[in-house]
């Protein structure tokens, strides 16, 4: 069975009376019915505000970082990426285990609402809700249902998605997902990027960071990037300033990249919110796929294995 | 009778515009429109609904270099700046129009940014009015609309024969000068409907609001992303940076967020607006109060709906402006 | 031609630059062309962007009240980029400036009035000018006492001039530290127990204070304490400042945008300010 807002709700409710959290990030109905926003509960009275359906983007994991010095347990609701930035704090010791309560939700893939409502033909104003349906979602709309197919509408991500079910939990509402029946080779679209000349690949990323504009917020809401200083904002040295110019945004980006490489777990969100829809997770991927074959390794699955490029062993085999 | 354009008659004025300025007009561009300058005619998009970016980088940009000082003789020569050809802004809504109209305050007041007035003088704007209204625009509740030629040089108004064609300045004007313009009868299209947000008066209720507890709830989610200032196509804080080069240095100035953390620090550490709410409710103060006490004028929103999209947290200005009125209500009650 | 902007600095030169304390410098500064040396004129409370060209632009308040050889003086403490970049400058190189900006200190409207500097640190340095305008004037005004404290003796700017200022009519010049060391004899506390100590009364007193805002909190206490009205209490807000024309937005604070309501404002201005900074 799928998880309900309901069953978060009542499971929510309960955590709070028995005392297991104090608090709790998840997500509520947002400004319209294909909008939602991350809710900060500090009572089990709340916890009706709380929703759970295919429109639960956000990554709320960073939050965490936010609730360090508060009295009890935080709760916090993770899909199966979600859950991955969660082990990845865990392991760069940015949180405390028993400081949070993970309450995770399997997810069988979460909707692009740009897509849909090309896809419907109509407004958000008229539509009701969005509910998932196996492979498809059904939308309710003012004049009754419609079924969409999955593919058609998902995020980019969801369609890559090899974790469907939080790898860390506390508690787990409905029945995890093993695998999402639409991924397949989840680097095609890598390794057509990685096939192309090396003039190809300088004028398709030349034209695509041209469109930066610098405002950071990749960074902002990756989980991943949590520096006190970002190196971008240091004057001194001065890396790579404010200047918005075609090789300062190429510094930018590639170096955020390598800065996540073995540490980026897929969620997406750096691309969900780009303003000019850079393909940022096509680098991210590479990286990723460079050193899982290298390695071995990928990134956020658990909190105890040493992140391959942090660590460095005497006897390793480096290849050169 | 209206003057009137057909599509063909447009897209053949557009390529004589094209021989004799820049043109910077919508394009796309991978998933987004933005304005870019084209190099032909088919280049550009002449129905598309909202860019993702407004073009205030056209009079703004996201980042220019103010001067380049060069060291002669043991002293920091400023070089004269490089010319802005004659350009034409085409096909920007009547929202980022008057986007730019609340640009013009601070930025001409003077002491004159020479910078911006520069590249505004060198401009002109031949607007598209709006066919659709999208879910998150309210224009018309800031004082706009979607059919509404306030601060243009031209606008178009499109319907199924055509454009109708109005001409507001003689700079406007200019741009028509030997081409023939059709006359027509025909009327204005009925304009879209926006979902009306209750800004009016929000000046007035503002400070009534200062101490809710209200903005501190709304900033725990805010990830201090920027995009809401970035997008909007009338926020114009600025950053100024000199960048050391081989015997010369660039003073480079940018587009900067009041929501970045360290927006108001100080050398030394000491910040007078720590706090998340504080910041949040900077940028809804700025926009709402002190810019209109400011420059005694309307508040800084279009209605555009940018921000509303853009934010990847759903603080919504619609709902900020509503629960800033339900406030200042309940403050006017007990009073 | 050169470019008709705002933001272009004039070209200028430090002709001095002096340690006041371990991290304060005294910079002479000299405007190169004649013609805009003798057009600048500044009032005390008013500040100026240096320009260290490589690194950027800084405000600074300030430091002395106009010359007749037009030279400008800054006291600035080494606490970011552009003050270290400036602190490394030797006299001779050449720096940029743009200004004067900013309101000042409405001294004709302190005429007749006893007048009390209350400073702390380097705050002393943007209240010089108008120790200097009332010595210069000195008919024209009340009394001056000017107290004064640094967190050591070795922290306490412009130390040489002290002796100067106290040896003026009706003058009085009351320094503390907070902490001594061997050679200090004199007060030992912090600035707001000196008021306490000395209760200056508020009669026909214009206060004029600066200082790390800490001190500034205990000060207005002590003050309030002895009847000073919010309007008898004056002082310099330091803000970070980019573009001093009021276009950039960064020093908007509540209503006000620092760089041309203030920097200077008395205190039942500010406090009815939205946002106490």
């Known amino acids: 069975m799928k998880a309900t807002s309901e069953e978060v709700k009542t499971s929510v409710k309960k955590l709070f009376e028995d005392g297991s959290i104090g608090h709790f990030i998840g997500y509520e109905m947002g400004s319209d019915s294909l909008r939602v926003t991350p809710c900060f509960l500090k009572s089990g009275q709340a916890a009706s505000r709380l929703v759970w359906n295919p429109l639960c983007a956000n990554n709320l994991s960073k939050y965490l970082l936010d609730f360090g010095k508060v009295e009890g347990k935080v709760g916090i609701m993770v899909k199966g990426c979600d859950s991955r930035s969660v082990v990845e704090l865990l392991k760069e010791h940015q949180i405390d285990r028993d400081k949070v309560f993970i309450v995770g939700v399997p997810c069988s893939g979460i909707v692009d609402r740009e897509k849909l409502l090309a896809v419907l033909g109509v407004s958000p104003g008229e539509v009701v809700a969005v509910e998932d349906d196996g492979d498809a979602f059904l939308v309710t709309i003012k004049e009754g249902t419609r079924r969409v197919k999955k593919e058609q509408v998902l995020r980019g991500e969801c369609l890559v998605c090899r974790y469907p079910t939080p790898v860390i939990y506390d508690m787990l509402i409905g029945e995890a997902v093993s695998s999402l029946p639409w991924v397949g080779d989840d680097y095609s679209s890598v390794k057509e990027l990685e096939a192309l000349s090396s003039e190809e690949k300088e004028r398709y990323w030349s034209s695509e960071l041209s469109r930066c504009i610098r405002c950071y917020a990749c960074r902002q809401s990756c989980p991943g990037c949590y520096c006190q200083q970002c190196f971008v904002d240091q004057l001194d040295p001065h890396w790579v300033g404010i200047k918005i110019a075609p090789q300062e945004n190429h510094q930018w980006n590639t170096v955020r990249a390598f800065h996540l490489m073995g540490r980026c777990i897929e969620c997406g969100e750096c691309q969900r919110v780009c303003p000019v829809k850079i393909p940022l997770m096509l680098l991210n991927r590479h990286l990723l796929r460079e050193v899982e074959s290298k390695f071995s390794f990928q990134p956020g699955l658990s909190p105890e294995t040493p992140p391959p490029l942090a660590t460095f062993k005497p006897d390793e085999d480096l290849g050169i | 009778m209206k003057p009137f354009l057909s599509r063909d008659n447009l897209l053949l004025w557009l390529k004589r515009l094209l021989q004799e300025y820049t043109v910077i007009a919508p394009v796309q561009a991978w998933d987004t429109v933005l304005f870019q300058p084209v190099k032909e005619v088919e280049e550009i998009l002449l129905n598309y609904d909202v860019s993702a970016l407004s073009p205030k980088d056209v009079f703004f940009p996201t980042s220019e270099t103010l001067f380049t000082f060069e060291r002669q003789g043991g002293r920091w020569e400023a070089r004269p700046l490089p010319e802005i050809k004659k350009q034409v802004l085409f096909g920007l809504h009547p929202c980022d129009a008057h986007g730019i109209a609340l640009m013009d305050v601070p930025f001409l007041s003077p002491p004159a940014d020479l910078h911006y007035q520069r590249r505004r003088e060198a401009t002109t704007l031949v607007g598209l009015a709006c066919s659709r209204a999208r879910p998150e625009c309210f224009c018309e509740s800031v004082g706009g609309g979607p059919q509404d030629p306030s601060h243009l040089d031209v606008l178009l108004i499109p319907t199924p024969q055509g454009y109708i064609l109005q001409v507001r300045t003689a700079r406007g004007a200019a741009l028509f000068t030997g081409f023939n313009v059709e006359e027509l009868e025909i009327d204005n299209p009925p304009p879209p409907v926006t979902t009306p947000v209750p800004v009016a008066g929000i000046t007035e209720i503002a400070r009534d609001t200062f101490n809710e507890v209200f903005w501190e709830r709304l900033a725990d989610r805010c990830i201090h992303c920027n995009l809401c200032a970035y997008v909007c196509p009338c926020c114009y804080c600025f950053d100024i940076r000199d960048y050391a080069l081989k015997g010369r240095v660039e003073r480079v100035r940018s587009w900067e967020s009041c929501q970045a953390a360290g927006f108001t620090r100080l050398a030394g550490g000491y910040d007078p607006r720590p706090s998340k709410g504080a910041r949040l409710r900077q940028r809804f103060f700025h926009k709402f109060l002190y810019y209109p006490t400011q420059f005694k004028g309307q508040v800084k929103c279009t209605g555009c709906g940018r921000c509303v999209r853009a934010c990847p947290v759903n603080i919504d200005i619609r709902e900020v402006a509503s629960e800033m009125q339900r406030i200042g209500s309940r403050v006017a009650r007990a009073a | ?277």
Request: hydrophobic share 40%.
């Open chain 3, 1 to 277: 031609m050169l470019p008709d902007s705002p933001f272009l600095p004039l070209p200028a030169r430090i002709q001095e630059a002096r340690d006041l304390t371990p991290d304060v410098k005294l910079f002479r500064v000299e405007i190169e062309d004649p013609r805009a040396r003798e057009n600048f004129r500044h009032r005390p409370g008013q500040f100026a962007f240096l320009s260290a060209f490589g690194m950027g632009e800084s405000p600074f308040t300030f430091a002395s009240y106009p010359s007749p050889d037009g030279v400008l003086e800054f006291a600035i403490r080494r606490v970011g980029t552009v003050s270290s970049a400036l602190h490394e400058l030797e006299p001779g190189e050449a720096v940029g400036i743009r200004g004067p900006f900013g309101n000042s200190f409405p001294l004709e409207e302190y005429r007749g009035k006893n007048i009390i500097i209350i400073g702390g640190g380097i705050g002393l340095a943007p209240l010089r000018p108008v120790i200097q305008a009332v010595l210069s004037h000195r008919e024209e005004y009340g009394e001056l006492l000017v107290i004064y404290g640094a967190r050591t003796p070795a922290d306490l700017v412009f130390a040489h001039e002290f002796s100067s200022w106290g040896e003026a009519p009706r003058t009085r010049v009351e320094l503390t530290v907070d902490r001594g060391n061997g050679d200090w004899q004199g007060r030992v506390a912090l600035v707001p127990t000196v008021i306490k100590e000395l209760k200056p009364s508020p009669e026909n007193t214009i206060t004029i204070t600066c200082g790390p805002p800490i001190m500034i909190r205990f000060v207005l206490a002590e003050l309030k304490a002895l009847d000073f009205a919010p309007m008898q209490i004056v002082t310099t807000l330091e803000s970070k400042m980019k573009c001093g024309l009021g276009k950039c937005a960064r020093c908007n604070i509540g209503e006000k945008y620092v760089c041309q309501d203030g920097p200077v404002f008395s205190f039942s201005e500010i406090s009815r300010f939205l946002e106490q900074g």
